[in-house]
């Protein structure tokens, strides 16, 4: 039924529904209705990009806070369990370690029956473009799942394992919140960690003339006081939190389970640059004179500079040290810190790849490395020396009959189309099974003595897709190297004057960047 329509008294504009006519103020709707009107003109006239931006952001936040209230629950929950548990040593025992267990038993078994490659994704949770695109790669498809169409870098149609896999993440971040850290047995959290360790004043000097008491329970505004105990020194506890991490941190990232491994590595460095900081202090207690100026130590820029240094080295990334000026809130320190991060990424991607990249290494996933050669050669390898100059073209002239050996004795997934074997200009791609598909519709119709040829299927309506990206048998391994990382592509076809010469696919060019790193002995 449609509606009725008429127009206001003593009004001469467009007619509106009785409904709306009739309705509770009907002035105060229509100017409502025109503010949101003109607010959706204003705000669209700058693209609809940074909405999605927006609500991106807002999600993540929102599953972060929610993260945070799960997992400060979980360790109250561990912590009242040991303290109500009694004063049995074997029962406290007990309490402290098959709490976290039991949940890394069911996150390591949910995460697993979600996605297998969860434990590669738990350990991207450093900030960088090193570990972005460590984390793409993981996230990422292997090889046969889904394959991008060829030359055209668009993305797998199959995203379950996007979801599924931060699903799994999350589950397992909240079911085993502490992370490795956790394993040394210590009244103190991560934040609290961080808090003590950046810490302005010398423990070793205000430890020297008085042994202060050491608490029964931490002590907010004393935190520090959990670094030292009586027995020992400030040196030797710092050494021995050192030693213990260290081969703690190495069992950690080589079981298999999901855990986070940037906020230990992070303290780890912490407590490096902590100790290096207490030794000066002791060895210049009224701080080092240059210039006329006195400079006294300050140990908790030493463990700053030494947590972005350590964490940086280890993910390969420059974006630490902003972190760690945000976890400060000051940047004082600025040039030193950034100093110390670009010194330890020089040295350690001179010598190995990233955390990131070695896990996913050590677990044979599809990995593209980075090519680390330097040298001025490295620029002169271009992609005629490694491409595929054999590949299966499939001309328009191309009888049908041929085109039947093509497709039965080969198992490619997708054929280059040209425009005639003699040209060899390539044209587009034909999907294997959309080809064999129609092939087998045109089969009943083919008659004795009538050649037939690809193009008629194709004018049939057998699809054909577009190559958007191609090669040049000129082009450098760096530049074809950036595209296969920055698009994630599987394979690109090599053109020289619009004609298919080869094809470059994702295992030649990992063979190829191997060979530069490590050249083959000559025979």
Known sequence: MEELVGLREGSSGDPVTLQELWGPCPRIRRGIRGGLEWLKQKLFRVGEDWYFLMALGVLMALISYAMNFAIGRVVRAHKWLYREIGDSHLLRYLSWTVYPVALVSFSSGFSQSITPFSGVLALESAPGWGACSCLRRALSPPMGWGKRRAGTGAPPTNSKPLYSALAALVLASITYPPGVGRFIASRLSMSEHLDSLFDNNSWALTTRNSSPPWPEEPDPQNLWLEWYHPPFTIFGTLAFFLVMKFWMLILATTIPMPAGYFMPIFIFGAATGRLLGEALSVAFPEGIVAGGVTNPIVPGAYALAGAAAFSGAVTHSISTALLAFELTGQIVHSLPVLMAVLAANAIAQSC???????????????????????????????VEHFMNCTITTLAKDTPLEEVVKVVTSTDLAEYPLVESTESQILLGIVRRAQLVQALQAESPSWAPGHQRCLQDVLAGGCPTEPVTLQLSPETSLHQAHHLFELLNLQLLFVTSRGRAVGSVSWAEMKKAISNLTNPPAPK
């Not at 190995?352 to 040298?375: A, C, E, M, N």
């Open 352 to 382: 190995q790849p990233s955390f990131y990249d070695g896990t996913i290494i050590v677990k044979k996933l599809p990995y593209l490395p980075w090519i680390r050669g330097r040298k001025i050669g490295s620029h002169r390898v271009t």
